[in-house]
């Protein structure tokens, strides 16, 4: 039997049936040091995008700028000194948020969206570690809406949204800039896809945060590399509990697959009280490797809300992640989850911000970007995790 139509039996088995491991009570605190790595000058351009590690082990982002001769930068960070790489022209496109990666061949691969003003367009294009630039594809008809992955036959992998019959899709891309769509997905009933990854398994493995039949509350789903799709779960707008909005897949030291959701999880009325702005805080939650649903922690505010980026794994076998709202000062979180323990509060934030999404560097530990969202200084920072 495929593969695809033996992970719908086994859904199907389980579709419904959650564990509630953690529930959103107040979490224990761990204890771990955020070291600020470097400072963005307030008023400059902002970081748009999470970080990747080069293979000189410089870390690497993207920025982006409103001036009239650049929309952004390609920037490295080594030794606490950031040196810009390249500067991208309105005619390059703008950065939104979308991630480097660091490919086989040791370059860095990224995408560009459309010009100011221009619905569809963007770039796939390389950079060297020395900072040489080169446009590999142009987008026309279509923009990229996701990271891009390299996975293991040495071709990228990216989502990207598009006009007429072609709402949304996965794409495969050659380094030489040959595009072919894998899968197109009906935004009404389907939703959108997010982000890749690939796990040990080789297939890729995605959320959307919308679409699933009559439900429209996200779905997982799972891709071999040919095209071959599944459906691995459907949110239900009327069970809050297990979540609304999934945002990303990470796979666990046990196969697991981890998945954070923007919302659900059920309102906290303490937190709604003191002045919280969303009633569905989001939640935590893991699809075992015999596709068991599992619910492991359900936000309440206090502890954080809204979680937008993917899980990440640390050097100590945790898995760490950020909230957007909530804590005490109710402007986010970081967490981490013990997937024996449940959840620890790691950082509350004190000042207003934005999280990219997190990395795990090549020495086990966590590091990050924070935008000062306009009022006040963004920074690059590392988080120290004992393995």
Do not use: C
């Amino acid at each position: 039997m495929p593969w695809h139509k033996r992970l719908l039996l086994r859904t199907a088995a389980i579709t419904g049936s959650a564990a509630l491991l953690t529930s959103g009570s107040q979490p224990t605190r761990a204890a771990a040091p955020l070291e600020l790595l470097y400072r963005f000058a307030t008023g400059f351009e902002e970081p748009s995008s999470g970080l990747v590690q080069g293979a000189d082990g410089a870390l690497y982002g993207t920025t982006i700028a409103a001036r009239r001769d650049a929309v952004g930068t390609i920037y490295r960070l080594l030794d606490g000194r950031l040196t810009t790489l390249h500067t991208l022209t309105p005619a390059e496109g703008p950065f939104s948020g979308i991630s480097l990666v660091l490919a086989d061949d040791d370059n860095l691969y990224g995408t560009t969206g459309p010009p100011p003003g221009v619905p569809f367009g963007g770039t796939l294009f390389q950079v060297t570690p020395s900072g040489r630039f080169s446009i590999v594809h142009r987008f026309s008809g279509t923009k990229p809406t996701g990271s891009l992955l390299q996975a293991i036959d040495g071709n990228f992998y990216g989502t990207m949204y598009g006009s007429g019959n072609l709402e949304s899709a996965i794409f495969r891309i050659t380094r030489t800039g040959e595009v072919s769509v894998l899968r197109a997905f009906l935004g009404a009933t389907e939703g959108a896809p997010n982000s890749l990854m690939q796990a040990r398994d080789g297939y890729l493995y995605g959320t959307t945060a919308t679409g699933g039949g009559g439900f429209s509350a996200g779905t997982i789903f799972g891709m071999s590399l040919t095209g071959g799709f599944a459906v691995l779960h459907s949110f239900q707008n009327g069970r809050t509990d297990e979540g609304v909005g999934p945002v990303g897949v990470t796979q666990g030291l046990d196969g697991s697959l981890w998945v954070t959701t923007s919302g659900g999880g059920g309102p906290d009325v303490a937190f709604l009280g003191r002045g919280g702005a969303n009633p569905f805080m989001g939640t935590v939650f893991r699809l075992a490797p015999d596709r068991r649903f599992v619910t492991v922690h359900r936000f309440n505010g206090f502890d954080g809300a809204t979680p937008l980026h993917p899980l990440v794994e640390g050097g100590d076998g945790y898995l760490y992640g950020t909230t957007s709202a909530g804590g005490p000062y109710t402007v986010g979180t970081i967490f981490r989850i013990n997937p024996q323990r449940g959840l620890s509060t790691v950082q509350e934030m004190t000042t207003p911000g934005v999280f990219l999404p997190l990395l795990r560097g090549r020495d086990g530990n966590i590091y990050g970007v924070r935008t000062g969202a306009m009022q006040g200084p963004s920074m690059i920072f590392r988080l120290s995790v004992k393995p």
